[in-house]
T-cell receptor
């Protein structure tokens, strides 16, 4: 099992450009998440998908859109990138809704917006 | 609102020493877990240990143990016999059930360096 995979690993954009970050999991998990990690702020939730066909906003959704393409895949789109979106982005998944369940994380995407 | 606070941005100890990382949290929920995640330089997030809020007994995983003080809303991580491979960012996290999904709320992280 590959677990949670993300593409790309690194990306540099110019202000105003758009891009989509891809995430896939092969663990048959129901819920998937997108986080951003900034120095001194931990990981903050951007969007999540509790199950296939549903998506909801997290703590910092402005400037992002998501698509739960199927049970395996959950993408994050930046329509018009801004320097404030320079960050490391993590995708995660979890089997169910129980608070005891461990979230499994992808390797992250380092995004720089110039 | 749920919050998690890690008040030590950086810590540094010598190899084989014991180190304790602090974490406090705030929630009005009764059903929750607390986690410690490790993030080495590779960026991969790795679960270190978890604690159920209903359990008074502190969780232990080999060299890693927690001190869970529910009334004080405190959840510290103790690393015994520290090793060079323990060098990493450590995140304390609170997990809740919210609007149909599990939610993780992270602290700001503590950068731990183990010196040879």
């Amino acid at each position: 099992n590959a677990g949670v995979t993300q593409t790309p690993k690194f990306q540099v954009l110019k202000t105003g450009q758009s891009m989509t970050l891809q995430c896939a999991q092969d663990m048959n998990h129901n819920s998937m998440y997108w986080y951003r990690q900034d120095p001194g702020m931990g990981l903050r939730l951007i969007y999540y998908s509790a199950s296939e066909g549903t998506t909801d906003k997290g703590e910092v959704p402005n400037g992002y859109n998501v698509s739960r393409l199927n049970k395996r895949e959950f993408s994050l789109r930046l329509e018009s990138a801004a320097p404030s979106q320079t960050s490391v982005y993590f995708c995660a998944s979890v089997r169910g809704t129980g608070v005891y369940n461990e979230q499994f994380f992808g390797p992250g995407t380092r995004l720089t917006v110039l | 609102a749920q919050t998690v606070t890690q008040s030590q941005p950086e810590m540094s100890v010598q190899e084989a020493e014991t180190v304790t990382l602090s974490c406090t949290y705030d929630t009005s929920e009764n059903n929750y877990y607390l986690f410690w995640y490790k993030q080495p330089p590779s960026r991969q997030m790795i679960l270190v240990i978890r604690q159920e809020a209903y359990k008074q007994q502190n969780a232990t995983e080999n060299r890693f143990s927690v001190n869970f003080q529910k009334a004080a809303k405190s959840f510290s991580l103790k690393i015994s016999d520290s090793q060079l491979g323990d060098t990493a960012m450590y995140f304390c996290a609170l997990t809740l059930y919210f609007q149909g999904a599990q939610k993780l709320v992270f602290g700001q992280g503590t950068r731990l360096t183990i010196n040879p």
